[in-house]
């Protein structure tokens, strides 16, 4: 106990105050002392305060960030201090704004982050980047100044027209109003499938962009496939423009040599004709040749002779003594054996192995 004595109970005792007031303090009010701890001071000079006060908020972007902690005056422009959070980065061309913040006409001081940079704490905005809200005395004198030049007699007659032709069109007023009103009603009405039409369009547009690059590929590929038409167009039109030539050319030669032209195309008309009145013959005899061919096809495959009737047609002997006298055959003594100054013998039938009309 000898080392709490003298000075060191002093030092002990100053020590155990100040502890138990920090530790009050903090029990106390935690959330003012973290805001000292985590808050960065700026300052912004200003024209005119416009109504600004100590503990407005101060917001960027719709979300508060800090308070106004002063408003001093310095060579004629009113110097407003504030604090913000230091999560929340100001850039180095931040702009500040004093405007209303409520109805009831409460100042809001309004930060816009912009810059490349990043301000440090104490820095200052100056006037050229802050603006002040339209005051209402601004507004009196604007409006004194305004209505000062206006001329009344023109104002009147111009009020009077106005009312004349509200009252020409007061009767279609009422069913113009009804109309917006059923349109709105409308509307009202299919707010949900206007609902589900914007979310369907939200989705195509996101289906759209992750096809971004397929739809350049596209958009490419159908610049090429126009070229590609464009040089089949041009090749078409020179082959019209060929044939176009070449048809001339005919006609040309169709007329140089018509006469010679003519006779050639209408004995080829009536071969044609000819044909056709000869085409159902021609139909009906096909199929017959057909089976006289497979019959005569049998006929051969049965032997090594070959017997062939044809109507219409006389006997061989009787055409003997015709090819006889024709062609200078003299028959001999023995049919088949001729003297020796005999011709040459033609005998019908035909002789089958030396033998003339010898049995097959």
Known sequence: MLKYRGTRLIKAGIFGVVLIMLIIAIGLQPERISQWATSVRYQAEFTEAGGIAKGNQVTMSGIKIGTVSDIALRDGNAVVTFTAKGKYPLGSQTTAHIRTGSLLGERVLTLESAGTGTMRPNDVIPTTRTSSPYSLTDAVGDLTSNTAGTDTASLNQSLDTLSSTLDQIAPKLGPTF????????SLNSRNESLAGLLKSAADVTSVLSQRSAQLNTLILDANDLLGVLNDRRQAIVDLLANTSAVS??????????EAQLAPTLKRLNSVTAMLERNRDNITKALPNLNKFQLSQAETLANGAYYNAYVPNLQPAQLLQP???YAFGFRRGTNAGQPPDNAGPRAELPLPYNGIPGGSR
């Open 322 to 324: 015709f090819f006889d």
């Open 248 to 257: 001339q050319q005919l006609s040309g030669l169709v007329a140089d040599n």
């Open 178 to 185: 009804d109309g917006l009103s059923r349109v709105s009603r």
